[in-house]
């Protein structure tokens, strides 16, 4: 079986972390034949460059000036092959041992599921210090029903299947830095069925988590939300709520990550 797997990269990722997320991926060559997709954002570092150019990826994409990550995710899509399932992953993240197996299987098992994600273990530092972690709704009603709220997805866990792209669309480019929430509410427009595995699969970097908090993505992320409540007739009430949340300073902002109020604005 051939999977791809899609990444992109830019001068602002750290080349260990990056060094080791590709290693990560390496780990799951047991259950399938991978393909890495790459796509680079502008110009980068040259050691990032040689790594790069070392490490002989399936297939590398290069974009000058820089086009964003949507536009990125669409290049390398155009260019897939004849892979069975589609996975996303970030450059500074770590796969756990085992998740392409696990995953796939649930695909298998799960033939009515387009799309599948995981739960997300979230570390500061060494991978070893898990400081907590994140879980999402299991089935295709409950994550639905979440949408109108907040992601149901963790965008590194998602596998995709095969024709996904074709049937339900490629990423929307009009909504800078919220990609992911974008492809969901458009895929579940036009009928995708979801699922998550109750299983942590990637371990996210959280180091400056706070710091990377964008008030840039406030706007659109609230117009997705709010446009996604209104044509199924509910009043927009936790997005008008989370658009205040993406304003709040980075100190209270951290004190809600690390509380249960977390689940109602992330």
Not at 137 to 142: F, I, V
Request: charged share 25%; glycine share 6%.
């Amino acid at each position: 079986m051939k999977v791809a797997v899609l990444i992109c990269v830019y001068a602002g990722d750290n080349l260990e972390h990056f060094k080791a997320s590709i290693d990560s991926i390496k780990t799951q060559s047991k259950c399938c034949s991978i393909n890495i997709y790459l796509h680079v954002d502008g110009e980068i570092p040259t050691d990032m460059n040689t790594y790069i150019e070392q490490e002989g990826f399936h297939c590398v994409v290069r974009s000058y000036p820089n086009s964003g990550l949507a536009v990125g995710l669409n290049k390398l899509i155009e260019r897939l092959g004849e892979e069975d399932f589609i996975f996303r992953m970030d450059a500074d993240d770590i796969i756990v041992a085992g998740r392409f197996e696990y995953q796939l299987n649930y695909m298998r098992n799960h033939p009515e599921v387009d799309v599948s994600g995981g739960s997300i273990g979230e570390f500061l530092g060494d991978e070893d210090n898990i400081v907590s972690v994140r879980k999402y709704p299991l089935t295709d009603s409950k994550i639905q029903k979440t949408l109108y709220r907040a992601s149901p997805l963790a965008h590194v866990t998602v596998c995709f299947r095969k024709g996904y792209f074709d049937r339900f669309g490629v990423y929307p480019t009009s909504y800078q830095f919220n990609e992911d929430l974008a492809l969901w509410i458009q895929s579940s427009q036009n009928n995708a069925v979801f699922g998550n595995v109750d299983k942590i699969l990637v371990n996210v970097r959280m180091d400056g988590a706070y710091a990377r908090r964008r008030t840039s993505k406030a706007w659109p992320e609230f117009k997705l939300y709010a446009s996604h409540n209104i044509k199924h007739f509910r009043i927009p009430i936790v997005p008008v709520v989370r658009l205040m949340f993406r304003y709040f300073p980075k100190s209270l902002v951290k004190s809600i990550y690390n509380s249960p109020l977390r689940r109602l604005f992330t």
